[in-house]
């Protein structure tokens, strides 16, 4: 199916784990996203990238690594998950090209949990 | 850095009226784009219309409209003639014409009354 999409919609983990959260789009968007949306907080970036091997970190990045080996895919990992990472993480694609940008598309969102 | 805020955070309106959610931001960069996304309670981001930065007219789409002040950097979202499916919780977001980074307000939640 084309679009952007995310696994898996539910996760629920215990502190300390090592948690991937996937994402996958089928545009080969150049740019890619990652948010975590907390009540109060919207929507906050937690690493994008440019282009495949291009990432770079946004406003709240630490206890998470990105890679992007892959044009269309774009792995979120929590190194060692703690509580406060529980929340809900959207991912995002869009395209820039000859001056016009696209708006960013997003995946379903996954709700991860650490117990 | 690019800063979107969101003063409200809660609004409520009869359906049928007319509502209008404000945002400002805050930026150096003179070529961007601005967006209202939409997300209702099944979570999903919905674009509900976008503004590019060069373009003095404001953008329309059906019963959404916006008020774009470059020079204030303000840019609300009117929603007119309000129906129970438009509520939901609203997010005002830019993106960066340099490197396209996108960057949120905090939103707005939206109930409409019948």
Known sequence: DAGITQSPRYKITETGRQVTLMCHQTWSHSYMFWYRQDLGHGLRLIYYSAAADITDKGEVPDGYVVSRSKTENFPLTLESATRSQTSVYFCASSESTRGWTTEAFFGQGTRLTVV | ????????????????????????????????????????????????????????????????????????????????????????????????????????GKGITLSVRP
């Open chain 2, 1 to 104: 850095a690019q800063t979107v805020t969101q003063s409200q955070p809660e609004m409520s309106v009869q359906e049928a009226e007319t509502v209008t959610l404000s945002c400002t931001y805050d930026t150096s960069e003179s070529n961007y784009y601005l967006f209202w996304y939409k997300q209702p309670p099944s979570r999903q981001m919905i674009l509900v219309i976008r503004q590019e930065a060069y373009k003095q007219q404001n953008a329309t789409e059906n019963r959404f409209s916006v008020n774009f002040q470059k020079a204030a950097k303000s840019f609300s979202l009117k929603i007119s003639d309000s129906q129970l499916g438009d509520t939901a919780m609203y997010f005002c977001a830019f993106m960066s014409g340099a490197n396209s980074k996108l960057t949120f």
